[in-house]
């Protein structure tokens, strides 16, 4: 069974579009990330949510907009899409947020290619 | 957010220990060193992690400099599956959760 999961793995979608990225825990845990990986391979956070509640919002472009309908799952939409969010976007969980111990949970990633 | 310094690739053979550094001199108590590792087409994974004593745990071993600016990650028989980018992160109590990467050591394992 997989731990985090992410549909879908690969996104090609034309400048202006919107999409959706969805991702689900089976894990129990009560806080769930999205993290970016540009091209140049630097992984940087993006949201954070705690139990459906947001507590980490970077500054990322109001057109990035995170919905989390229970704590299982921690779904990505990005409004009028533009050439610069071509990147791999990673869903991760851990048991809580803040907790310095804490370890985080990472999904497989999803490649999006915006034309 | 304190910083983390790891040279940006390494090279080992197959069976070998490797010994990946990771300088953080402006370190404060409160912090606790992690690593975590992204094997090539994979999202990152947690390696280990330590406040102030040694650890080990089935993957690596994590040493902890006495004056803790600095550590290294320990594998004590690289395999060609340990080929990825080791990153390096500091967290403490105020950084809610998030994980900051620096830009990590690229290993490279040869057979």
């Known amino acids: 069974d997989t731990a985090v999961s992410q549909t879908p793995k690969y996104l090609v979608t034309q400048m202006g579009n919107d999409k959706s990225i969805k991702c689900e825990q089976n894990?129990?845990?009560?806080?769930m990330y999205w993290y970016k990986q540009d091209s140049k391979k630097f992984l940087k956070i993006m949201f954070s949510?705690?139990?459906?509640?947001?507590?980490i919002n970077e500054t990322v472009p109001n057109r990035f907009s995170p919905k989390s309908p229970d704590k299982a799952h921690l779904n990505l939409h990005i409004n009028s899409l533009e050439l610069g969010d071509s990147a791999v976007y990673f869903c991760?969980?851990?048991?809580?947020?803040?907790?310095?111990?804490?370890?985080?949970?990472f999904g497989p990633g999803t490649r999006l290619t915006v034309l | 957010d304190a910083k983390t310094t790891q040279p940006n690739s390494m090279e080992s053979n197959e069976e070998e220990p490797v010994h990946l550094p990771c300088n953080h001199s402006?370190?404060?108590?409160?912090?606790?060193i992690h690593w975590y590792r992204q094997l090539p087409s994979q999202g990152p994974e947690y390696v280990i992690h330590?406040?102030?004593s040694n650890v080990n745990n089935r993957m690596a071993s994590l040493a902890i400099a006495e004056d803790r600016k600095s550590s290294t990650l320990i594998l004590h028989r690289a395999t060609l599956r340990d080929a990825a980018v080791y990153y390096c992160?500091?967290?403490?109590?105020?950084?809610?959760?998030?994980?900051?990467f620096g830009q990590g050591t690229t290993l490279q394992v040869k057979p």
């Open positions: 991760a969980s851990s048991t809580s947020s803040g907790r310095v111990t804490d370890t985080q949970y």
């Open positions: 894990l129990g845990h009560d806080t």
């Open positions: 949510y705690n139990n459906k509640e947001l507590i």
């Open positions: 402006t370190i404060s108590g409160t912090d606790y």
């Open positions: 330590g406040l102030t």
């Open positions: 992160i500091l967290r403490d109590d105020y950084n809610t959760g998030k994980l900051i």
